[in-house]
Protein backbone atom coordinates (compact mmCIF):
# COMPACT_ATOMS: atom_id res chain seq x y z
CA UNK A 1 0.00 0.00 0.00
CA UNK A 2 3.06 2.14 0.83
CA UNK A 3 3.93 2.44 -2.93
CA UNK A 4 0.30 3.55 -4.18
CA UNK A 5 -0.02 6.31 -1.31
CA UNK A 6 1.76 9.22 -2.79
CA UNK A 7 0.12 8.64 -6.50
CA UNK A 8 -3.28 8.44 -4.77
CA UNK A 9 -2.74 11.44 -2.75
CA UNK A 10 -1.14 13.31 -6.16
CA UNK A 11 -4.62 12.24 -7.93
CA UNK A 12 -7.22 13.07 -5.37
CA UNK A 13 -5.51 16.67 -5.27
CA UNK A 14 -5.48 16.89 -9.03
CA UNK A 15 -8.85 15.78 -9.73
CA UNK A 16 -10.24 18.03 -7.02
CA UNK A 17 -8.40 20.82 -8.05
CA UNK A 18 -9.53 20.22 -11.96
CA UNK A 19 -13.26 19.57 -10.69
CA UNK A 20 -13.11 22.72 -8.89
CA UNK A 21 -11.51 24.62 -12.11
CA UNK A 22 -14.67 23.45 -14.23
CA UNK A 23 -17.43 23.86 -11.77
CA UNK A 24 -16.48 27.46 -11.10
CA UNK A 25 -15.36 27.21 -7.57
CA UNK A 26 -11.63 28.47 -8.79
CA UNK A 27 -12.00 31.45 -10.42
CA UNK A 28 -9.73 32.35 -13.24
CA UNK A 29 -6.73 33.90 -10.96
CA UNK A 30 -6.38 31.34 -8.63
CA UNK A 31 -6.15 29.02 -11.38
CA UNK A 32 -3.36 30.94 -13.09
CA UNK A 33 -1.73 31.13 -10.14
CA UNK A 34 -1.86 27.15 -9.63
CA UNK A 35 -0.54 26.73 -13.35
CA UNK A 36 2.58 29.41 -12.62
CA UNK A 37 3.23 27.26 -9.57
CA UNK A 38 3.38 24.39 -11.68
CA UNK A 39 5.54 25.73 -14.36
CA UNK A 40 7.85 27.46 -11.57
CA UNK A 41 8.11 23.63 -10.32
CA UNK A 42 9.50 22.15 -13.71
CA UNK A 43 11.92 24.93 -14.21
CA UNK A 44 13.29 24.81 -10.41
CA UNK A 45 13.82 21.03 -10.43
CA UNK A 46 15.07 20.76 -13.82
CA UNK A 47 17.53 23.68 -13.09
CA UNK A 48 18.52 21.94 -9.64
CA UNK A 49 19.82 19.07 -11.99
CA UNK A 50 22.61 20.92 -13.19
CA UNK A 51 23.10 23.63 -10.03
CA UNK A 52 22.19 21.45 -7.35
CA UNK A 53 22.73 17.38 -7.95
CA UNK A 54 25.74 18.26 -10.64
CA UNK A 55 27.22 21.01 -9.09
CA UNK A 56 27.82 23.17 -12.11
CA UNK A 57 26.59 26.78 -12.00
CA UNK A 58 24.16 27.24 -14.92
CA UNK A 59 22.61 30.66 -14.81
CA UNK A 60 20.90 30.95 -18.76
CA UNK A 61 18.02 28.53 -17.94
CA UNK A 62 15.53 30.82 -19.48
CA UNK A 63 16.97 30.28 -23.06
CA UNK A 64 15.93 26.55 -22.68
CA UNK A 65 12.29 27.82 -21.75
CA UNK A 66 12.32 30.49 -24.73
CA UNK A 67 13.27 27.50 -27.67
CA UNK A 68 10.83 25.48 -26.15
CA UNK A 69 8.03 28.17 -26.00
CA UNK A 70 8.25 29.07 -29.75
CA UNK A 71 8.38 25.70 -31.09
CA UNK A 72 5.91 24.43 -29.60
CA UNK A 73 3.59 27.72 -30.00
CA UNK A 74 4.36 27.66 -33.73
CA UNK A 75 3.70 23.90 -34.22
CA UNK A 76 0.32 24.56 -32.84
CA UNK A 77 0.15 27.90 -35.15
CA UNK A 78 0.99 26.23 -38.27
CA UNK A 79 -0.70 22.95 -37.80
CA UNK A 80 -4.06 23.97 -35.90
CA UNK A 81 -4.28 27.95 -37.25
CA UNK A 82 -3.97 29.99 -40.41
CA UNK A 83 -1.65 32.71 -38.22
CA UNK A 84 1.60 33.29 -39.57
CA UNK A 85 4.27 32.21 -40.21
CA UNK A 86 2.81 29.79 -42.61
CA UNK A 87 -1.22 29.70 -43.68
CA UNK A 88 -2.51 26.59 -42.61
CA UNK A 89 -4.70 24.82 -40.94
CA UNK A 90 -2.85 21.67 -41.96
CA UNK A 91 -5.23 20.01 -39.48
CA UNK A 92 -8.44 19.61 -37.99
CA UNK A 93 -9.16 21.64 -34.96
CA UNK A 94 -10.46 18.89 -32.71
CA UNK A 95 -7.05 16.93 -33.40
CA UNK A 96 -5.68 20.08 -30.98
CA UNK A 97 -6.51 17.80 -27.95
CA UNK A 98 -4.78 15.21 -28.54
CA UNK A 99 -1.74 16.86 -30.36
CA UNK A 100 -0.68 19.34 -27.88
CA UNK A 101 1.02 17.40 -25.62
CA UNK A 102 3.19 15.97 -28.54
CA UNK A 103 4.13 19.82 -29.93
CA UNK A 104 4.94 20.27 -26.07
CA UNK A 105 7.31 17.65 -26.13
CA UNK A 106 8.53 18.90 -29.61
CA UNK A 107 9.29 22.05 -28.02
CA UNK A 108 11.39 19.80 -25.41
CA UNK A 109 13.07 17.96 -27.60
CA UNK A 110 14.44 21.25 -29.55
CA UNK A 111 15.35 22.95 -26.20
CA UNK A 112 17.20 19.75 -25.35
CA UNK A 113 19.15 20.09 -28.74
CA UNK A 114 19.86 23.20 -27.40
CA UNK A 115 21.20 22.38 -24.16
CA UNK A 116 24.14 20.88 -26.08
CA UNK A 117 25.30 24.69 -27.22
CA UNK A 118 26.08 24.81 -23.07
CA UNK A 119 26.72 20.90 -22.39
CA UNK A 120 30.11 20.71 -25.19
CA UNK A 121 31.69 23.73 -23.79
CA UNK A 122 30.88 22.31 -20.00
CA UNK A 123 33.89 19.14 -20.51
CA UNK A 124 36.37 22.29 -20.29
CA UNK A 125 35.00 24.74 -17.72
CA UNK A 126 33.52 24.93 -14.91
CA UNK A 127 32.22 27.80 -12.57
CA UNK A 128 32.15 31.19 -13.21
CA UNK A 129 33.04 30.39 -16.48
CA UNK A 130 30.24 28.27 -17.31
CA UNK A 131 27.60 30.70 -15.66
CA UNK A 132 29.31 33.11 -18.45
CA UNK A 133 28.79 30.72 -21.15
CA UNK A 134 24.90 29.65 -20.34
CA UNK A 135 24.53 33.57 -19.57
CA UNK A 136 25.65 34.26 -23.29
CA UNK A 137 23.87 31.86 -24.65
CA UNK A 138 20.87 33.31 -22.60
CA UNK A 139 21.74 36.69 -24.78
CA UNK A 140 22.00 34.38 -27.91
CA UNK A 141 18.83 32.87 -27.73
CA UNK A 142 17.06 35.87 -27.24
CA UNK A 143 19.27 38.23 -29.64
CA UNK A 144 17.88 35.09 -32.03
CA UNK A 145 14.15 35.31 -31.93
CA UNK A 146 14.00 39.33 -31.44
CA UNK A 147 15.51 39.03 -34.89
CA UNK A 148 13.13 36.55 -36.17
CA UNK A 149 10.31 38.91 -37.87
CA UNK A 150 8.71 35.51 -39.13
CA UNK A 151 7.99 34.93 -35.57
CA UNK A 152 7.13 38.49 -34.82
CA UNK A 153 10.88 39.83 -33.70
CA UNK A 154 10.47 41.87 -30.96
CA UNK A 155 6.93 42.47 -30.63
CA UNK A 156 6.32 38.98 -29.92
CA UNK A 157 4.12 35.53 -31.00
CA UNK A 158 0.19 35.31 -30.43
CA UNK A 159 -2.85 33.60 -31.19
CA UNK A 160 -2.40 30.75 -28.68
CA UNK A 161 -5.06 31.30 -26.79
CA UNK A 162 -6.90 29.77 -30.24
CA UNK A 163 -5.35 26.46 -29.30
CA UNK A 164 -6.55 26.30 -25.69
CA UNK A 165 -10.36 27.39 -27.05
CA UNK A 166 -9.88 24.38 -29.44
CA UNK A 167 -9.32 21.84 -26.60
CA UNK A 168 -12.32 23.17 -25.08
CA UNK A 169 -14.50 22.98 -27.57
CA UNK A 170 -14.07 19.65 -28.24
CA UNK A 171 -14.24 19.13 -24.33
CA UNK A 172 -15.29 21.00 -21.91
CA UNK A 173 -12.42 20.90 -18.98
CA UNK A 174 -9.92 23.40 -18.08
CA UNK A 175 -7.04 21.72 -20.59
CA UNK A 176 -4.15 23.72 -19.54
CA UNK A 177 -4.77 23.07 -15.89
CA UNK A 178 -4.65 19.50 -16.85
CA UNK A 179 -1.49 19.87 -18.89
CA UNK A 180 0.15 21.59 -15.93
CA UNK A 181 -0.39 19.49 -13.38
CA UNK A 182 0.23 16.33 -15.51
CA UNK A 183 3.65 17.45 -16.55
CA UNK A 184 4.47 18.72 -13.38
CA UNK A 185 3.90 15.53 -11.84
CA UNK A 186 5.93 13.36 -14.29
CA UNK A 187 9.03 16.22 -14.12
CA UNK A 188 9.06 15.70 -10.22
CA UNK A 189 9.00 11.69 -10.87
CA UNK A 190 11.67 11.74 -13.94
CA UNK A 191 13.83 13.55 -11.67
CA UNK A 192 13.30 11.57 -9.29
CA UNK A 193 13.89 8.51 -10.63
CA UNK A 194 17.00 9.77 -12.43
CA UNK A 195 19.19 10.96 -9.80
CA UNK A 196 18.27 8.08 -7.54
CA UNK A 197 18.90 5.40 -10.08
CA UNK A 198 22.63 4.11 -10.72
CA UNK A 199 23.25 6.16 -14.11
CA UNK A 200 22.00 9.31 -12.46
CA UNK A 201 23.90 8.73 -9.17
CA UNK A 202 27.05 9.83 -11.84
CA UNK A 203 26.26 13.42 -11.40
CA UNK A 204 25.86 13.47 -7.83
CA UNK A 205 29.73 11.87 -8.26
CA UNK A 206 30.70 14.77 -10.30
CA UNK A 207 29.38 17.49 -8.23
CA UNK A 208 31.89 15.70 -5.24
CA UNK A 209 34.66 15.50 -7.13
CA UNK A 210 35.42 15.12 -10.86
CA UNK A 211 38.79 14.20 -11.13
CA UNK A 212 37.59 11.16 -8.36
CA UNK A 213 34.70 10.46 -10.36
CA UNK A 214 36.57 9.82 -13.81
CA UNK A 215 39.05 7.48 -11.87
CA UNK A 216 36.18 5.25 -10.82
CA UNK A 217 35.07 5.08 -14.63
CA UNK A 218 32.42 7.78 -14.99
CA UNK A 219 31.76 8.75 -18.20
CA UNK A 220 31.84 12.59 -17.49
CA UNK A 221 31.27 13.92 -20.58
CA UNK A 222 28.48 11.72 -21.12
CA UNK A 223 27.14 12.80 -17.76
CA UNK A 224 27.15 16.15 -18.11
CA UNK A 225 25.15 16.15 -22.05
CA UNK A 226 22.65 13.61 -20.33
CA UNK A 227 22.30 16.18 -17.40
CA UNK A 228 21.88 19.11 -19.65
CA UNK A 229 20.09 17.75 -22.09
CA UNK A 230 17.28 16.54 -19.66
CA UNK A 231 17.59 20.11 -17.52
CA UNK A 232 16.67 21.83 -20.88
CA UNK A 233 14.24 19.67 -22.43
CA UNK A 234 12.21 19.95 -19.10
CA UNK A 235 12.67 24.13 -19.35
CA UNK A 236 11.00 23.71 -22.62
CA UNK A 237 7.98 21.94 -21.44
CA UNK A 238 7.96 24.75 -18.75
CA UNK A 239 8.40 27.19 -21.36
CA UNK A 240 5.72 25.80 -24.17
CA UNK A 241 2.87 25.27 -20.94
CA UNK A 242 3.53 29.23 -20.26
CA UNK A 243 3.31 30.44 -23.82
CA UNK A 244 -0.13 28.10 -23.99
CA UNK A 245 -1.19 30.09 -20.55
CA UNK A 246 -0.53 33.63 -21.34
CA UNK A 247 -1.66 33.32 -24.81
CA UNK A 248 1.63 35.35 -25.75
CA UNK A 249 4.94 35.66 -25.82
CA UNK A 250 8.53 37.79 -26.39
CA UNK A 251 12.07 37.20 -26.74
CA UNK A 252 12.35 39.90 -23.79
CA UNK A 253 9.90 37.34 -21.16
CA UNK A 254 12.88 35.11 -21.12
CA UNK A 255 15.97 37.23 -20.47
CA UNK A 256 17.86 37.55 -17.55
CA UNK A 257 15.31 38.45 -15.14
CA UNK A 258 13.33 35.11 -15.81
CA UNK A 259 16.83 33.01 -15.35
CA UNK A 260 17.17 35.02 -12.40
CA UNK A 261 13.95 33.76 -11.15
CA UNK A 262 14.84 30.45 -11.69
CA UNK A 263 18.20 30.55 -9.41
CA UNK A 264 16.02 32.15 -6.67
CA UNK A 265 13.85 29.49 -6.30
CA UNK A 266 16.83 26.87 -6.56
CA UNK A 267 19.10 28.20 -4.28
CA UNK A 268 15.67 29.20 -2.31
CA UNK A 269 14.69 25.86 -1.86
CA UNK A 270 18.18 24.22 -1.29
CA UNK A 271 21.04 22.36 -3.58
CA UNK A 272 20.04 18.93 -4.62
CA UNK A 273 17.09 19.10 -2.78
CA UNK A 274 14.25 18.14 -4.73
CA UNK A 275 11.34 18.79 -2.17
CA UNK A 276 12.96 21.53 -1.63
CA UNK A 277 12.74 23.15 -5.22
CA UNK A 278 8.86 22.45 -5.03
CA UNK A 279 8.75 24.22 -1.42
CA UNK A 280 10.19 27.00 -3.10
CA UNK A 281 8.62 27.38 -6.46
CA UNK A 282 5.57 27.92 -4.11
CA UNK A 283 6.96 30.13 -1.89
CA UNK A 284 8.59 32.55 -4.63
CA UNK A 285 4.63 32.48 -6.77
CA UNK A 286 3.06 33.48 -3.99
CA UNK A 287 5.70 35.91 -2.86
CA UNK A 288 5.65 37.72 -6.79
CA UNK A 289 1.86 37.71 -6.68
CA UNK A 290 1.73 39.16 -2.85
CA UNK A 291 3.92 41.89 -4.00
CA UNK A 292 1.50 42.66 -7.05
CA UNK A 293 -0.80 43.60 -3.85
CA UNK A 294 1.96 44.97 -1.55
CA UNK A 295 3.53 47.66 -3.14
CA UNK A 296 0.09 49.81 -3.38
CA UNK A 297 0.27 49.79 -0.02
CA UNK A 298 3.76 50.62 0.26
CA UNK A 299 3.04 53.49 -2.06
CA UNK A 300 0.04 54.94 -0.35
CA UNK A 301 2.19 54.36 2.82
CA UNK A 302 5.43 56.28 1.72
CA UNK A 303 3.39 59.29 0.70
CA UNK A 304 2.51 59.49 4.18
CA UNK A 305 5.56 60.62 4.18
CA UNK A 306 5.74 64.62 3.61
CA UNK A 307 9.45 65.05 2.09
CA UNK A 308 8.27 62.02 -0.82
CA UNK A 309 7.02 64.37 -3.85
CA UNK A 310 3.17 63.31 -5.12
CA UNK A 311 4.58 62.91 -8.50
CA UNK A 312 6.73 59.89 -7.15
CA UNK A 313 4.63 55.84 -7.67
CA UNK A 314 6.29 52.96 -6.49
CA UNK A 315 5.66 50.56 -9.28
CA UNK A 316 5.59 46.83 -9.56
CA UNK A 317 9.14 46.97 -11.31
CA UNK A 318 10.21 47.57 -7.48
CA UNK A 319 9.88 43.62 -7.14
CA UNK A 320 13.03 43.05 -9.73
CA UNK A 321 14.69 44.96 -7.04
CA UNK A 322 13.16 42.33 -4.65
CA UNK A 323 13.82 39.35 -6.22
CA UNK A 324 17.57 39.97 -6.40
CA UNK A 325 17.75 41.27 -3.44
CA UNK A 326 16.44 37.84 -2.08
CA UNK A 327 19.31 36.51 -4.06
CA UNK A 328 21.68 38.27 -2.27
CA UNK A 329 20.47 37.91 1.21
CA UNK A 330 20.18 34.31 0.81
CA UNK A 331 23.66 33.67 -0.24
CA UNK A 332 24.55 35.85 2.61
CA UNK A 333 22.83 34.14 5.47
CA UNK A 334 21.51 30.91 4.35
CA UNK A 335 23.73 29.82 1.18
CA UNK A 336 21.96 26.39 1.80
CA UNK A 337 18.74 26.91 1.31
CA UNK A 338 15.70 26.11 3.19
CA UNK A 339 16.19 22.36 2.63
CA UNK A 340 19.94 22.04 2.61
CA UNK A 341 20.90 19.26 0.24
CA UNK A 342 18.35 16.97 2.12
CA UNK A 343 14.33 15.95 1.42
CA UNK A 344 11.25 16.48 3.29
CA UNK A 345 11.25 13.39 4.69
CA UNK A 346 14.22 13.67 6.19
CA UNK A 347 13.27 16.59 8.37
CA UNK A 348 9.55 14.33 9.00
CA UNK A 349 10.99 10.57 9.26
CA UNK A 350 7.67 9.48 10.56
CA UNK A 351 6.22 9.75 7.19
CA UNK A 352 8.18 7.05 5.66
CA UNK A 353 6.21 4.53 7.38
CA UNK A 354 3.01 5.86 5.57
CA UNK A 355 4.81 6.02 2.09
CA UNK A 356 7.72 4.55 -0.40
CA UNK A 357 8.62 7.35 -3.41
CA UNK A 358 11.25 6.10 -5.63
Not at 14 to 20: K, M, N, P, R, Y
Not at 81 to 96: H, M
Not at 283 to 295: A, K, N, Y
Request: neutral net charge; charged residues 10%.
Amino acid sequence: MKRFSVPALLLILAAGTVLAARFDLLDQYVQTIIMFIGINIILAASLNIINGYMGEFACGHAAFMAVGAYVSSVLNLVLFTNSPPLAGPFLPEALALFLFPVTLIAGGVVAALAGLMVAVPSFKTRDDYLAIITLAANFIVCNIFINLESLGGARGLMGMKKIVFFMSDAVDLPWMLIWVLIFTVLTVFIIRRFVTSTYGKGIIAICQDEVAAEIMSVNTDRMKVAAFMLSAFLAGIAGGLYAHILGYINPNSFGIMKSTECLVMVYLGGMASLSGSVLAAILFTLLIEGLRFVIPVLDSAIHLIPLVPDTYQLSQVVKWIIIPLLLVLLMQFRPEGIMGNRELADFLPRLRKYYKFK
